[in-house]
């Protein structure tokens, strides 16, 4: 028989499930390690590094999902009440405890001609 090692890595998976039904609309890998043997007591774990970038991912994809969720509050021009269109995309900063990101939200538009 020939050489039966396995190697084998760690996948954090970050998944979005349907409340009622549990089942998964979306799945993104966030993070893939390589599992090796340490060297040293040093190569435990993940370095700090490691760890801020992984929370950085993390608050990402949480960030995502509640930005779509953010409503402006309005559905008709503050200034000419007439209905607004959506616009496209803006992105916004966010400074977590850890992180920096950069938030998607919508933008709206004025429908009126001469308003904009
Ligand atoms: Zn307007």
């Given at each position: 028989m020939g050489n039966s090692i396995i190697d084998y890595e760690l996948r954090l998976v970050v998944e979005k499930v349907a409340v009622d039904s549990q089942s998964v609309v979306k799945r993104d890998t966030i993070k893939v390690y390589d599992v090796t043997?340490?060297?040293s007591i040093l190569d435990l774990g993940l370095?700090?590094?490691?760890?801020?970038?992984?929370i950085g991912k993390v608050q990402n994809a949480v960030?995502?999902?509640?930005?779509?969720?953010?409503?402006?509050?309005?559905?008709?021009?503050?200034?000419c009440e007439?209905?607004?269109k959506k616009n496209g995309h803006t992105k916004s900063n966010?400074?977590?405890?850890?992180?920096?990101?950069?938030t998607p939200i919508q933008k709206h538009q004025c429908t009126h001609p001469d308003c904009n």
């Open positions: 043997a340490p060297e370095q700090h590094e490691e760890q801020i970038s992984l960030i995502a999902e509640q930005a779509k969720l953010i409503d402006p509050g309005y559905s008709v021009c503050p200034k007439h209905k607004l966010f400074h977590a405890v850890l992180s920096d990101h950069k």
